[in-house]
């Protein structure tokens, strides 16, 4: 059964794309390692220089990327990374999709939305979170555990026309729910929105595992579940337009081999890791708060190894391609997409390091 998505929702979706799309013209014109990230050889030239753009400030879901900058990882690959923040995927792309950045990180399904729906010159070379890494969080004694459980209710979003909304509608569609039946307000990401739980003020929420990590460490008695159980796409994906990756090759593909390195290091001290924390802290302490509180961010540092690791260790950063046309077929159905064929572009494995 398909659900028309509320007329509100669509109208927010289709302006954020929209502002994807009229940077379309801009942009159509415009080695191995081990399991160190500074055990690579550099070229022994200069450095080509890349700017990195994240979707959401600095925070535990560019881990990969800002321990490769704190620790030399990129140097050691040959690159000169500057990471740059943005504010929510829709910046992001257009962000890279204008000039102003090289490369970035933004959630698989608006990159997916952007490509299929508007043929954006994008291609996701990479998937560092191979889950998405956003739950639905409710408290224990009142838990919302399946579609059906949230019809009628008010639920918390991160923002209004995001891809966290963007999900309810399409977990509740593809379940023969009408969307519109669930209230919804912007509640942002923090710990902090549990206490709108407690408040009665909302039944749940859209939280990253970063979140449910942290309100867990501080005694909440919460239940939760991941989007993906009903929205199977990929989490944060690594893309760049379909021209860099075709002129700049050699540097994403080093940009790749910088980003692995980093999470099997992370990965092999993921029992202590106060030295990725030390380094995190060093040059980005000032910029993530989570840092401060070290269980706090090994417990999100773990969370995020799951996600990296949720097709092995063998795949990581590798695009799993039947989750991606799953993830195209499962916004078809929901009426996110107006087709199920995406472009050949939307994402490669060919820039994927030998190892």
Aim: proline content about 5%; overall charge negative.
């Amino acid at each position: 059964m398909r659900i028309p998505l509320p007329s509100r929702t669509v109208k927010t979706l289709i302006g954020a794309v929209l502002s994807v799309t009229a940077l379309l013209l801009t942009a159509c014109g415009g080695g191995a390692s081990d399991d160190q990230p500074g055990s690579g050889t550099g070229t022994g030239t200069e450095r080509k220089h890349l700017t990195f753009v994240t979707p959401y400030g600095f925070d535990l879901a560019v881990v990969p990327v800002l321990y490769a900058a704190a620790s030399g990882g990129f140097e050691q690959a040959g690159l000169d990374v500057e990471v740059v923040a943005s504010n929510g995927t829709a910046q992001t792309m257009q962000q890279v999709m204008a000039g102003n950045a090289d490369l970035g990180q933004a959630v698989g399904i608006d990159l997916i939305s952007a490509v299929v729906d508007n043929d954006a010159p994008l291609t996701a070379f990479g998937t560092a979170d191979q889950t998405s890494p956003f739950h639905w969080i409710s408290l224990a004694s009142a838990p919302l555990k399946e579609p059906k459980d949230f019809v009628g209710k008010r639920v918390g979003v991160i923002s209004v026309g995001g891809s966290s909304e963007a999900s309810l509608d399409i977990m509740m569609a593809s379940a023969g729910f009408n969307p519109s039946d669930v209230a919804r307000q912007a509640v942002g990401e923090s710990a902090g929105v549990v206490e709108l739980l407690n408040q009665g003020r909302i039944n749940a929420f859209v939280g990253s595992s970063d979140i449910l990590e942290v309100a867990r460490s501080q005694g909440y008695d919460i239940y939760s579940f991941p989007l993906n159980q009903y929205v199977p796409t990929p989490g944060g994906v690594y893309f760049t337009t379909t021209k860099k990756a075709k002129d700049s090759a050699e540097e994403m593909t080093a940009f790749l081999t910088a980003a692995k390195a980093a999470m099997r290091h992370t990965i092999a001290n993921k029992d202590n890791l106060s030295e990725v924390i030390g380094k995190l802290r060093e040059k980005y302490g000032d910029k993530m708060p989570v840092l401060a509180n070290e269980e706090e961010a090994r417990a999100g540092i773990v969370s995020r190894i799951e996600m990296w690791t949720a097709f092995g260790e063998d795949n990581l950063l590798k695009n799993n391609e039947q989750q991606w046309k799953d993830a195209v077929a499962t916004l078809h159905r929901a009426g996110k997409l107006k087709s199920d064929d995406p472009p050949a572009h939307l994402f490669t494995n060919d820039l994927q390091p030998a190892s």
